[in-house]
């Protein structure tokens, strides 16, 4: 957090600039695309080994350390981080340089219905760390005749050139364990797993999300040696037949589609406005949101741990052809994406769902294969969560079968003149006819656009009153519907999207089918909604 020095490629200008935030907050680069470099200095006290770890930088990093290249990182989503060892005691220079701009070398950031901005735009952090570091523990809970265990999954890290002993203490909901001693092998890792058994505890839901510290202390030689702080809770989420249970019992997903952005902010969203966009969901009767089409935040999800707001996150990508999956960095920046968004995002008990891939080419055998190998990915990386995708390929979709969870984006009364009831059933005779009504089924958007303040009796399409008409319709035929096992609408607020492509024919360049505008100004359609998800409460 603080100012950076800031200079964009080719300018000698030196501005000030935000950390973490977006460049385009700044009167001089509103719309800049291209490159910058960020500059701070840094005074070391001690001779140390140093962690930097990055939350979100958009959308291409090259960090430099006094001058040396120490890490390069793609997508703005996911956290990365680099070690820097034996740093002398001094002032030493970190530098950033930055690229949001759009080329080949960019498979999943290109320009879209939603907007790429540049810069730090979440938290960065320094760490000191010793030779032997945890990099990561898993907490999986697991409940088995009503009681409840854990599973532990930790990663250590060792930066040095000789072997090292350790062993992993785990203290979690008044238990303690202690892993048998493990030797890591000199610039390698470890991986320690332990299972832990619990009493009295209190399990996670939306209406009690209770949450547990977890604390993992490293010892070498008897000698404690690092630490590492996460939060836990006690929830199971599966798969029952046609239903998504947690903790054994039917849930009903209603909710919103979110993009992580606010007015001339950007999508450094800061903390308090993702606290008012969770209240304001919250008071329409939410108890869900999607991470459209991207890893959000980890204080975003921080938040919807401890207010009860169930999470789909997903993977990085909107609306990628079968050409733009054929980009020869497509599946290598896909597979980073999904490796650093569930390594760093495992523990948030409020995310009950992974998805991939919005609207690809599901319809397709080659698109296919990649949706194949990212859900073996996700489950050779977590099995207890349920997988899904959105999928608009109606009628055409060969990938249905892949997820545990069916899901369409179905717009009816705004790209389909179609009534809603017709349009859905359908939907679902289609899905009937090739086998996918197996299993649960989402209805991941639908909604309509509104431009906040217009207002005509007539109700022309862009009017507030047709965008309650259209989701009154919706919420009539979705709401509870038998078939279903929740919804999302499209979406929670406005966002920026870009000028390329057909994008720019979007009104004032912004997707406008927030039931909020971007400043979170409430359009008719709030009370529309709100009257549905509370009629229940
Ligand atoms: C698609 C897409 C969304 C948004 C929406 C719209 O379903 O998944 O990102 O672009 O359409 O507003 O048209």
Not at 19 to 24: A, N, S
Not at 329 to 340: A, G, L, S, T
Not at 409 to 432: A, Q, R
Request: net charge negative; hydrophobic share 35%; proline share 4%.
């Amino acid at each position: 957090m603080g100012l950076w020095n800031f200079r964009a490629e080719g300018s000698e200008k030196e501005y000030k600039m935000a950390v973490p935030g977006c460049w385009e907050a700044h009167p001089d680069f509103l719309s800049y695309r291209g490159k910058a470099t960020y500059t701070k200095k840094l005074y070391i006290n001690e001779s140390c080994n140093l962690r930097l770890e990055f939350k979100g930088v958009s959308h291409t990093a090259d960090v430099y350390f006094d001058g040396i290249h120490t890490v390069h990182h793609y997508n703005a989503y996911t956290p990365f981080s680099c070690v820097v060892k034996s740093v002398s005691p001094g002032e030493h220079t970190l530098s950033v340089k930055v690229d949001n701009s759009f080329s080949e070398a960019s498979a999943l950031h290109i320009p879209n219905d939603y907007y790429t901005y540049g810069g730090i735009v979440r938290p960065a952090l320094l760490e000191q760390i010793g030779d032997l570091y945890i990099k990561y523990i898993h907490f999986t809970p697991v409940c088995e005749n009503g009681a409840w265990g854990g599973k532990i999954e930790a990663k250590v890290e060792n930066i040095s050139s000789y072997p090292l002993p350790c062993k992993l203490q785990i203290k979690a909901a008044g238990k303690c364990a202690q892993s048998e001693e493990v030797i890591v092998m000199p610039n390698s890792y470890a991986i320690i797993k332990m299972n832990m058994q619990f009493e009295n505890v209190n399990v996670w839901d939306c209406e009690s999300p209770n949450m547990y510290t977890l604390t993992g202390i490293l010892f070498n030689k008897g000698h404690e040696i690092d630490d590492m702080i996460e939060r836990i809770a006690f929830r199971e989420v599966k798969v029952c037949g046609k239903h998504i249970c947690l903790n054994g019992s039917r849930l009903w997903i209603q909710g919103f589609n979110r993009h992580e952005e606010y007015a001339d902010i950007g999508c450094s969203v800061p903390f308090a406005v993702m606290e008012k966009d969770i209240d304001m969901m919250k008071d329409m009767g939410a108890n869900a949101v999607r991470t459209c089409h991207y890893p959000n935040d980890e204080l975003f999800l921080d938040l919807c741990d401890e207010r009860g707001m169930l999470v789909w996150e997903e993977n990085h990508a909107r609306g990628l052809s079968l050409k733009d999956m054929q980009n020869p960095n497509f599946e290598r920046q896909c597979k980073d994406c999904i490796d650093e968004m569930i390594e760093n995002h495992y523990n948030h008990p409020s995310i009950i769902i992974w998805g991939i891939l919005n609207e690809c080419s599901s319809d397709t055998n080659e698109g296919r294969e990649m949706y194949k190998k990212q859900f073996e990915q996700i489950k050779s990386l977590d099995t207890s969560r349920p997988t899904t995708f959105a999928t608009c390929k109606h009628f055409s979709d060969i990938s249905l079968d892949l997820p545990d969870v069916v899901s369409c984006n179905l717009y009816f009364g705004w790209y389909d003149n179609i009534s809603c009831e017709k349009g859905f059933k359908k939907e679902i005779e289609w899905l009937k006819n090739i086998g996918a009504d197996n299993k649960p089924m989402i209805i991941s958007e639908f909604g309509a656009a509104a431009l906040y303040g217009c207002h005509d009796p007539s109700h022309p399409k862009w009017s507030e009153e047709r965008q309650v008409d259209i989701l009154e319709e919706s919420l009539k035929i979705y709401y509870k519907n038998e078939h279903l096992s929740g919804i999302f609408i499209w979406q929670f607020a406005d966002c920026r999207v870009s000028e390329e492509k057909w994008f720019y024919s979007r009104a004032r360049c912004h997707n406008n089918k927030g039931v909020v505008d971007e400043y979170r100004r409430p359009k008719m359609s709030y009370e529309t909604v709100k009257r549905f998800f509370t009629k229940d409460i």
